[in-house]
């Protein structure tokens, strides 16, 4: 069976590959602030490019 996803999902899923490696690296051994949730990070509108507006932007400071 495969899954169905939106395109909007799909978008939002395809802009975390773009995160710093360092903000990738705190989700995953969940160092990450306390605030930021997989939801809110998805939900999260443009996220920058740059990796220092993506840490500021996140609160990876």
Do not use: C, W
Not at 2 to 16: G, N
Not at 40 to 49: A, C, D, W
């Amino acid at each position: 069976m495969i899954a169905e996803y939106s395109p909007r999902y799909l978008q939002q899923l395809t802009r975390l590959s773009y995160l710093a490696p360092d903000i990738i690296s705190a989700i995953i051994d969940a160092t990450k602030p306390v605030d930021q949730t997989g939801r809110k990070l998805l939900r999260t509108g443009s996220v920058p490019l740059n990796r220092t507006a993506q840490r500021e932007l996140l609160g990876f400071n």
